[in-house]
């Protein structure tokens, strides 16, 4: 079965830093292109950053201030959140694609106080 499962969410203070997961299982499911999704309560949910193969993205609103590595069987990615704004308080979520089908993982929760 092919999934993905996020960790690395919590509570931390405005200027904080967080370090999110992305796993993957399953023999058949790759991180070599994914992305990282947000969603805050009420709002849309937005992309924050894409892994195309060698090639990596981010959101205007978060540049400079993530950044993302993987290891090398491209199993799992992490999102460094350095310099954490309310605005990122949201529920962020990661994808890819299997077979021309999104699999998205559960969620994690990251709130920012202020």
């Known amino acids: 079965q092919a999934n993905l499962v996020e960790s690395g969410g919590g509570l931390v203070q405005a200027g904080g830093s967080l370090r999110l997961s992305c796993s993957a299982s399953?023999?058949?499911?790759?991180?070599?292109?994914m992305a990282w999704y947000r969603q805050a309560p009420g709002k849309e949910r937005e992309l924050v950053a894409t892994?195309?193969?060698?090639?990596?993205n981010f959101a205007d609103s978060v540049k400079g201030r993530f950044t993302m590595s993987r290891d090398k069987l491209y199993k799992t990615v992490y999102l460094q959140m350095n310099g954490l704004k309310p605005e990122d308080t949201a529920v962020y979520l990661c994808?890819?694609?299997?077979?021309?089908?999104?699999?998205w993982g559960q969620g994690t929760q990251v709130t920012v106080s202020s």
């Open positions: 994808k890819t694609r299997l077979g021309g089908v999104d699999v």
């Open positions: 892994y195309g193969g060698k090639d990596i």
């Open positions: 399953g023999s058949r499911l790759s991180l070599f292109v």
